[in-house]
């Protein structure tokens, strides 16, 4: 178990403790602690960890084994260390858990009303979540359009798992945007410079949210269009990829610019 501890567990455990780190030395931080609110930081660690255990349980199955077998999570790793990218995997799954446990817990400990600082370290994920629609379309155009096109060109095959996640990712960012739209509209909870203020003046803005439903709508044509046209016709695909991505990088532009 020696490669674990020292390549897996002390790096998690160093990371729960570069937070409690910043909690301490950190003046505005430092101030606000109390037992209350580091019992609640700390309380909200195991729903994350769930989160991370999750999805490397599902990391597992990808690599033939099934999610029992993460009761041998350690002597798994130990295993395949060096040997294969599941350590690897999961070791950058777990550590996201705990990047993400660490804003949020911060947000509670920066709060003498712990309520209050769990209700902005969720608006803050919520506010990225829901910008995040550009996001995809910025992914498509890099990681994804300049391939495609060589590839049609060529008579290769697209990426369908690559278009199939943005899809689903797309589908995520966008149900977090209309949310932040309802409810934007339908609460009292004023415009501010605080986490749920900002959140709330984004749902706010029609211009906004109205571009950003725009993009979301191109990213799931590019997508379909993607998986389902180049059977048809190549050239085809590749001229209305091209279309919808100039329509992206118009509507991105008046976004960044107004």
């Known amino acids: 178990m020696r490669v674990f501890v020292r390549d897996y567990l002390l790096p998690w455990l160093l990371t729960v403790g570069f937070w409690l780190a910043i909690w301490i030395f950190v003046r505005q931080i430092r101030e606000n602690l109390n037992a209350v609110n580091v019992f609640v930081a700390f309380i909200l660690l195991?729903?994350?960890?769930?989160?991370?255990?999750?999805?490397?349980?599902?990391?597992?199955?990808?690599?033939?084994?099934?999610?029992?077998?993460?009761?041998?999570?350690?002597?798994?790793?130990?295993?395949?260390?060096?040997?294969?990218?599941?350590?690897?995997?999961?070791?950058?799954?777990?550590?996201?858990?705990?990047?993400?446990?660490?804003?949020?817990?911060?947000?509670?400990?920066?709060?003498?009303?712990p309520l209050k600082g769990i209700l902005n370290g969720v608006a803050i994920f919520v506010r990225i979540f829901a910008l995040f629609v550009l996001l995809v379309?910025?992914?498509?155009?890099?990681?994804?359009?300049?391939?495609?096109?060589?590839?049609?060109?060529?008579?290769?095959?697209?990426?369908?798992?690559?278009?199939?996640?943005?899809?689903?990712?797309?589908?995520?960012?966008?149900?977090?945007?209309?949310?932040?739209?309802?409810i934007a509209l339908h609460s009292s909870y004023p415009a501010g410079n605080d986490p749920i203020g900002e959140v709330m003046a984004i749902g706010r803005k029609t211009g906004l949210v109205a571009s950003l439903l725009e993009l979301s709508g191109l990213n799931f044509l590019y997508c379909l269009i993607g998986l389902y046209l180049p059977e048809k016709s190549r050239k085809l695909t590749a001229l209305a990829l091209t279309i919808i991505v100039v329509l992206q990088l118009w509507i991105a532009r008046r976004i960044v610019f107004g």
């Open 46 to 113: 195991v729903p994350f960890l769930l989160v991370a255990l999750h999805f490397a349980g599902k990391t597992l199955e990808r690599y033939g084994y099934s999610r029992e077998d993460l009761k041998r999570l350690p002597e798994i790793i130990e295993k395949t260390h060096g040997r294969l990218y599941l350590p690897k995997e999961i070791f950058e799954t777990v550590t996201r858990a705990l990047m993400f446990w660490g804003l949020v817990a911060t947000a509670v400990v920066m709060t003498e009303n």
């Open 137 to 182: 379309s910025m992914v498509l155009w890099v990681m994804d359009f300049p391939f495609a096109i060589y590839k049609l060109f060529k008579g290769r095959d697209l990426s369908r798992d690559f278009l199939v996640e943005m899809m689903r990712q797309n589908l995520l960012y966008t149900l977090t945007l209309i949310a932040v739209r309802f």
